[in-house]
């Protein structure tokens, strides 16, 4: 076994010498903020965009509405056996009324999501056309796939175009699937998804595929995402997102057609082969859905520090590539970038350093993601921090 062993305990220690090891932080959250090693911070490193996962009285307002004989905590087994409880009907009703009736499926994570639709729907004779930046998880979902893929420059669109005019006509094809997501989870920045959709109807073998991840909640007027902020909503063939990030919740969900649902029913391995989320998770994500849709002073506010903060970081002369709540500041080198959120961290901002793996090697950033509970103060007060070197 030791001489066994010996093979990783090597790995971790080249990670560590590149600055690239990972680690679990034991910490304490209450509201906007979080206390690791007795260190107090405000938490510019989750996802709960709108607040909502870090307040108690939402908490306490859904338990005090749900009964007792409604607090499942667990289903006992997949949807197709026994797990279909109520909760899941209402949910899906719920989403399936938010977006214009179509048919809305939902998954126990958005990871379980993408690693299950492109191997559901994608086979030998489909060509997947995915941005070079998608989230790990919808690449994934395309190597458990059988289809054969092709990357295109990271929101390059027009080379997405060029792509579709050496393959649409190619007759081992008979649909493309082309892959990406609305806001970018590294980067901040986000596809022209109107644009997308115009490219799309130019050729009738392509279907769309957005994960919404980072937008559901965040964008357009009831929060409903990208794709109801530039009023594509029915023209995405495959609109997902996922509801531990804004949401407050876990999950992932996907607006389709119903016949893509009845087939993901049948066909899609993480939804048939696993356990269904607690009852009581449903009626929870239900319960925050159905208050996202009105909170647009919320979104707007969002905005507004968010373009403040892309303003500072450009300002000083660092790349900035993101048009949203995820701002980036790209410093490059990993140690270096580490020593950085360490300072910042000092001075009481949770702020966390991502590193290759997850970005291309020298592209090590500070991820600093912005929530709607954050005030101008002490976003002054970061900014001021940020520029001090
Ligand atoms: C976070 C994220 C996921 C994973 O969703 P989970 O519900 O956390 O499993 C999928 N896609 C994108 C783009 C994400 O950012």
């Not at 998608?134 to 390059?156: E, F, P, Q």
Request: proline share 3%; with cysteine.
């Amino acid at each position: 076994m030791k001489h066994l062993l010996e093979h990783y305990s090597e790995q971790l220690d080249q990670l560590k010498q590149q600055g690239n090891l990972r680690q679990f932080t034991a910490n304490v959250q209450q509201d906007r903020y979080i206390t690791i090693h007795n260190h107090k911070m405000l938490n510019l490193a989750s996802n709960d965009y709108l607040g909502l996962a870090s307040n108690v009285h939402l908490r306490e307002q859904f338990f005090d509405e749900t009964p007792n004989a409604h607090r499942w905590m667990s289903s006992a087994s997949s949807r197709l056996l026994t797990g279909n409880f109520p909760e899941y009907e209402q949910l899906e009703a719920s989403l399936s009324q938010a977006f214009h009736g179509r048919a809305a499926l939902v998954f126990n994570s958005g990871y379980h999501m993408n690693i299950g639709i492109l191997p559901a729907l994608a086979d030998s004779k489909t060509l997947i056309l995915a941005d070079k930046l998608i989230h790990a998880s919808m690449i994934d979902g395309i190597r458990l796939s059988t289809a054969k893929y092709v990357r295109y420059r990271h929101n390059d669109l027009a080379h997405l175009v060029q792509l579709l005019h050496k393959y649409h006509d190619d007759e081992a094809f008979e649909r493309i699937i082309v892959v990406t997501e609305s806001i970018f989870s590294m980067d901040g920045d986000e596809t022209d998804l109107a644009e997308l959709v115009r490219i799309k109807k130019q050729f009738r073998k392509v279907m769309l595929y957005v994960d919404e991840a980072h937008a559901i909640g965040v964008r357009g007027e009831q929060g409903l995402g990208c794709a109801q902020q530039y009023q594509v909503m029915d023209n995405i063939d495959l609109l997902a997102g996922t509801f531990g990030k804004a949401i407050a919740s876990v999950g992932g969900y996907l607006i389709c057609h119903p016949i893509i649902r009845n087939y993901l029913i049948n066909a899609m391995r993480p939804l048939i082969f696993s356990t269904a989320q607690p009852p009581i998770c449903m009626a929870w994500t239900d319960f925050i859905f159905k208050k996202v849709l009105n909170l647009k002073a919320e979104r707007q506010h969002l905005q507004q520090i968010s373009q403040s903060l892309q303003q500072a970081v450009q300002a000083r002369g660092f790349d900035c590539p993101s048009s949203s709540h995820i701002v980036p500041v790209i410093i490059g080198e990993s140690n270096q970038t580490v020593e950085k959120a360490h300072a910042l961290q000092k001075a009481g901002f949770y702020i966390m350093p991502v590193r290759p793996p997850t970005v291309p090697k020298h592209s090590s950033r500070l991820r600093i993601s912005l929530t709607s509970n954050i005030g101008q103060e002490e976003l002054h007060t970061l900014i001021k921090q940020l520029m001090a070197d």
